[in-house]
């Protein structure tokens, strides 16, 4: 199954200029969400992740289920103020500004090997700040993975550790 077949391009989203790739097409379809969760299953489960860390917020949608398949846990790395209780924060640069990243201090245990998951790869800011802020808590980040990567941004150049991807776009 070709899943890009799955996907809708939405132009001029969410300002013009920009082709947004939406996946809740991929998602309401069972056939295609099966292959997909079962492609990247294989994928994930060759770097032994104990649990699967999801970045806010379709990254939650990919990460919950995938942890599910793989008898592994689920932790999210969100934006500022959204999680309860004692945080370990990261500020990250972005093209135009910075931003952050947040983890309940006790969702992970030094030395648990993390997989960062996120629906897409583009410019690599936030998931390369995902993989440093699970470093930054003791964890071991052996991979990250994605749905979908978009190869003309190069974002994959600034992670530092393998990336696994079911779907690419070259421009």
Partial sequence: MNLKDHIRGVPD??????????????????DAWQVAMGRLAKLVRAHHPDILAGVESRGFLLAAPLALKLGCGFIMLRKRGKLPGPIVALDYDLEYGTDRIEIQADAIQP?????????????????????????????????????????????????????????????
């Fill in 13 to 30: 989203f969410p300002k013009p200029g920009i082709l947004f790739y939406d996946i809740s097409t991929l998602l309401r379809n069972a």
């Fill in 111 to 171: 030395g648990q090997r993390a997989v960062v998951v996120d629906d897409l790869l583009a410019t690599g800011g936030t998931m390369a700040a995902g993989i440093a802020l699970l470093r930054k808590v003791g964890a071991e980040v052996p991979a990250a993975a994605a749905l979908i990567e978009l190869e003309f941004l190069k974002g994959r150049d600034r992670l530092d550790v393998p990336f696994e991807v079911l779907v690419t776009y070259d421009k």
